[in-house]
């Protein structure tokens, strides 16, 4: 069970991952378009803040991906899981870097036969966008259900589900019951994951009788 964060911003993962409670992180262009800076700078920083585990995006046809793949895992070695797109030129990429021992990431999953295609070529992660699939009127938790029975069912063991597109704490706590592996979260959603009224509630009373008994010892 592991914590991504899905972001590019160098001072929110900072922050989250001093808590010791994330395992990873995930980019992608659309991110990085965000954060104002180059890519590979960003990957530098992560590298430096020992994040064991960061999915970097490659975009183009098989061969494009792969060189840019091999490059990256060059410079960046253990720590860079490769992400390509669920297509043709995307699995022939995925299955070229995955016999280099190289960890890639399939992302823009949305189907069961998506994630089928992507496990027999490879994939060290499949990545199904459970809030996009809620978008267009489909159950994106079933999604990771559905793959996680099909994986179980056929003793395939060498892909995990990383469930993406996560956009409430809810769902957080669903997609794991369903099978996922690990859950990548904006910043938001990680940080709201502590909260809870009643655990406010709590503190607050605890607090208080706490204060009384320094009275009465006083």
């Known amino acids: 069970m592991k914590l991504f964060l899905d972001t590019a911003d160098v001072d929110s993962i900072s922050d989250s991952f001093l808590t010791g409670l994330i395992d990873g992180v995930t980019t992608n262009p659309t991110l990085m378009m965000k954060s104002g800076k180059n890519p590979e700078d960003v990957y530098q920083d992560l590298i430096n803040l020992g994040v064991p585990d960061i999915s970097m995006e490659v975009v183009g046809d098989s061969y494009e991906m792969i060189q840019e793949g091999l490059r990256l895992f060059g410079k960046f070695g253990q720590q860079a899981t490769i992400k390509v797109p669920c297509t043709p030129d995307g699995l022939i990429a995925c299955r070229e870097l995955s016999r280099n021992l190289i960890k890639v990431n399939v992302t823009l999953i949305f189907s069961p036969s998506q994630a089928?295609?992507?496990?027999?070529?490879?994939?060290?992660?499949?990545?199904?966008?459970?809030?996009?699939?809620?978008?267009?009127?489909?159950?994106?938790?079933?999604?990771?259900?559905?793959?996680?029975?099909?994986?179980?069912?056929?003793?395939?063991?060498?892909?995990?589900i990383l469930a993406a597109s996560i956009r409430n704490v809810r769902d957080v706590g669903r997609a794991f019951e369903y099978g996922a592996n690990i859950c990548t979260l904006p910043p938001v959603v990680f940080r709201k994951m502590y909260k809870h009224i009643l655990t406010d509630k709590g503190v607050e009373l605890f607090e208080n009788d706490w204060k009384s008994v320094q009275l009465l010892e006083g």
């Open 116 to 160: 089928i295609l992507s496990a027999k070529a490879g994939a060290t992660y499949v990545s199904p966008f459970v809030g996009r699939v809620d978008d267009n009127s489909f159950g994106g938790l079933c999604l990771i259900k559905d793959i996680s029975n099909i994986y179980e069912k056929q003793n395939w063991k060498g892909t995990e």
